[in-house]
Nanobody, 119 residues
Framework: QVQLVESGGGLVQVGGSLRLSCTAS????????MGWYRQAPGKQREQVAT???????NYADSVKGRFTISRDNAKNTVYLHMNSLKPEDTAVYYC?????????????WGQGTQVTVSS
C-alpha cells in the first residue's frame, strides 16, 4: 500500500504563485515517474507536468514557462512550483506516481488539493 500526501494548495490572486508538494510513503521499491494532473469542474483530468527518475520533465503547453516540476528522490517527494497563475489554472491538482512495490509497476494517486486563482 502506498500513500501520497499532498499539500500547498489554496487561494491566490491572478499573477501569484503557489508551490505544491507530494510525498509518497509505504511499500515503494522504485519510482519511475512522478507528476501532477489537474481537473477543473466539468472537464476531464489532464496532465500538467511529469518528471522521470532521470529528471526528464514534460509539461502541458498551457503551463510551459510558468510551472516547474522537481523531485527529491531521497524523500520520495515531488514539487510543482506555479508562477504567473491564471484563473484557468483553477482546479483540483492530483499527485501521480508510477512505482514498483515488488515485481511490477503500478499507478498511485493522491487525494487532490484545490488550487483557486481569483481575478
Amino acid at each position: 500500500q502506498v500513500q501520497l500526501v499532498e499539500s500547498g494548495g489554496g487561494l491566490v490572486q491572478v499573477g501569484g504563485s503557489l508551490r505544491l508538494s507530494c510525498t509518497a510513503s509505504g511499500r515503494i521499491f522504485s519510482i519511475k515517474t512522478m507528476g501532477w494532473y489537474r481537473q477543473a469542474p466539468g472537464k476531464q483530468r489532464e496532465q500538467v507536468a511529469t518528471i522521470s527518475s532521470a529528471a526528464s520533465t514534460n509539461y502541458a503547453d498551457s503551463v510551459k514557462g510558468r510551472f516547474t516540476i522537481s523531485r527529491d528522490n531521497a524523500k520520495n517527494t515531488v514539487y510543482l512550483h506555479m508562477n504567473s497563475l491564471k484563473p484557468e489554472d483553477t482546479a483540483v491538482y492530483y499527485c501521480y506516481l508510477y512505482y514498483s512495490g515488488s515485481s511490477s509497476y503500478q499507478n498511485a494517486w493522491g487525494q487532490g488539493t484545490q488550487v483557486t486563482v481569483s481575478s
